[in-house]
């Protein structure tokens, strides 16, 4: 990594189950990570008809709210919405949870917000487990 590059604010953390899919989500999310993030989706759209998501958000710094807006970015959630069973977001920015609130009677996937400390009940929600990272 150059000295001036970010990190990426999205990162994938492998799961216990094939079609379980967890996301660490940090900092201020822009254009890159969501690309980044709905392109794993994409390939787990191939494998598997339907998944399990976890999102767990911490440190959370903001939004490139126009990368929400994107036409990528539209296509990716309105096929994530047609291929997800079960949406878990834990933590988050205050907003999170009334907008999860307000979208699941207008979806078929099942859609939680768990806080921080419910973190265990989310995974036991969506039935996988992390998987350790490396040492």
Known sequence: MLINETPPHVRRIDTDREDAYAFEVTGHISAADMENMYGLLEGAYELHER??????IHDYEGLDWGAAWKEQT???KNRAIKRIRKYAVVGGPGWIKP???????FLSMKMRHFEPEEIEAAWEWIGARPLPGPA
């Open 51 to 56: 998944i399990d998501v976890i999102v767990l």
């Open 74 to 76: 539209i296509r990716g």
């Open 99 to 105: 907008i999860i609130a307000l979208s699941k009677p």
